[in-house]
C-alpha cells in the first residue's frame, strides 16, 4: 500500500534551519509531483513547496520564498525540505503529499515543527 513516512521535525530556534524528509513507498514516485503542506493549530493546510517528477519545476508561496527549498531523490524514493531562517509564524505540522493526475492524492501523518526561543 501507499506510504509516505516524513522525518527531520522538532524544535529550532528562530533563525535556525531544519531538514525535512519524506520516504515514499506503494507508488511510482519518480512519476508524482510531490509537495510539502503545513497547518498550524486553528488554520488551514497550506502548500509550502512542490517540485515535479523531474525536479525541472519547483513551486513556493511568498511566505516561504527563498528562505525553504524543495528537492528529491528519485533513486531513493524520497523528497526532502530544506527550511532556513525559520521564524515562529512557521510553527506547524508538515505534511507530505504526492499526486498524478487522478492518482491521490496520498498523505504522510506529519511532523511537527516548532520554531521558538
Known amino acids: 500500500q501507499v506510504q509516505l513516512v516524513e522525518s527531520g521535525g522538532g524544535l529550532v530556534q528562530p533563525g535556525g534551519s531544519l531538514r525535512l524528509s519524506c520516504a515514499g513507498s506503494?507508488?511510482?514516485?519518480?512519476?508524482?509531483?510531490m509537495s510539502w503542506y503545513r497547518q498550524a493549530p486553528g488554520n488551514e493546510r497550506e502548500l509550502v513547496a512542490s517540485?515535479?517528477?523531474?525536479?525541472?519545476?519547483?513551486n513556493y508561496p511568498d511566505s516561504v520564498k527563498g528562505r525553504f527549498f524543495i528537492s528529491r531523490d528519485n533513486a531513493k524514493n524520497t523528497v526532502y525540505l530544506q527550511m532556513n531562517s525559520l521564524k515562529p509564524e512557521d510553527t506547524a505540522v508538515y505534511y507530505c503529499?504526492?499526486?498524478?493526475?487522478?492518482?491521490?492524492?496520498?498523505w504522510g501523518q506529519g511532523t511537527q515543527v516548532t520554531v521558538s526561543s
Open positions: 517540485i515535479s517528477p523531474n525536479s525541472g519545476s519547483t
Open positions: 506503494g507508488f511510482m514516485f519518480s512519476s508524482y509531483t
Open positions: 503529499n504526492a499526486r498524478w493526475g487522478w492518482r491521490g492524492p496520498y
